[in-house]
């Protein structure tokens, strides 16, 4: 079992910038397809990004490619969400997710490890 923790989440305004991380223990997330999904209040949660483990695949949801960027340091066995020109419709809870595969779905329920979540606020 892989335990995930996010951090970097804050509020800030349209147009800024943040970087969320998503750190892992209990074993290495060697092998581990690494994605970010995000809920807003009211709405169900939803696929941000995912990349595999040699990064050969990534994928983005349609709203949020061009701005935000997914990343990896396996030998730091953490994972990285750049975002950039937030806007307000960004707000949400991010979660980090992992599961065991060489595959990147966006679906929720392919992965079975899942973090606490951070919080980002985008005021307009």
């Known amino acids: 079992q892989v335990q995930l923790v996010e951090s970097g989440g804050g509020l800030v305004q349209a147009g800024a910038s943040l970087r969320l991380s998503c750190a892992a223990s209990g074993r290495t997330i060697s092998g581990y397809t690494m994605a970010w999904f995000r809920q807003a209040p009211g709405k169900e949660r939803e696929f941000v990004a995912g990349?595999?483990?040699?990064?050969?695949?990534?994928l983005y949801a349609d709203s949020v490619k061009g701005r935000f960027t997914v990343s990896r340091d396996n030998a730091k066995n953490t994972v990285y969400l750049q975002l950039n020109g937030l806007r307000p419709e960004d707000t949400a809870l991010y979660y980090c997710?992992?599961?065991?595969?060489?595959?990147?779905?966006?679906?929720?329920?392919?992965?079975?490890?899942w973090g606490q979540g951070t919080q980002v606020t985008v005021s307009s």
């Open positions: 997710a992992a599961r065991l595969s060489w595959t990147v779905l966006s679906r929720a329920n392919a992965y079975d490890n």
């Open positions: 990349l595999t483990w040699s990064r050969d695949q990534s």
